[in-house]
Nanobody
Framework: QVQVVESGGGLVQAGGSLRLSCAASGRTLSVYGMGWFRQAPGKEREFVAAISWRGTTTLYEDSVKGRFTISRDNAANTVYLQMNSLKPDDTAVYYC??????????????????WGQGTQVTVSS
């Protein structure tokens, strides 16, 4: 089993920044990739960004490219999502997830089997 715990959400004005953190524990040697997803009210959960467990490969959803940066601290088993130039459309519950499968790069929630509880990000206009 792998446990993931997110932190760092909050309320910010449009144009502002937030950094989300995701700490992984347990059988982390089985993890291939870590991802961030988000879900706004009435919408499906969507991919935001992902990083390979060693940090050598990163992927982004088109609408966040150039604004969000995913990174990891290998020693701390922690993944970060730095969010800059936030927009009201970024408002959602953000979830961190871990994938123990080799298809983590496909950006689909179904490819991630360990999920955090989510953290709310609200961007006001």
């Amino acid at each position: 089993q792998v446990q993931v715990v997110e932190s760092g959400g909050g309320l910010v004005q449009a144009g502002g920044s937030l950094r989300l953190s995701c700490a992984a524990s347990g059988r982390t040697l089985s993890v291939y990739g870590m991802g961030w997803f988000r879900q706004a009210p009435g919408k499906e959960r969507e991919f935001v960004a992902a990083i390979s467990w060693r940090g050598t490969t990163t992927l982004y959803e088109d609408s966040v490219k150039g604004r969000f940066t995913i990174s990891r601290d290998n020693a701390a088993n922690t993944v970060y999502l730095q969010m800059n130039s936030l927009k009201p459309d970024d408002t959602a519950v953000y979830y961190c997830a871990a994938s123990s499968g080799s298809s983590w790069f496909r950006k689909r929630p179904v490819d991630y089997n360990y999920w955090g509880q989510g953290t709310q990000v609200t961007v006001s206009s």
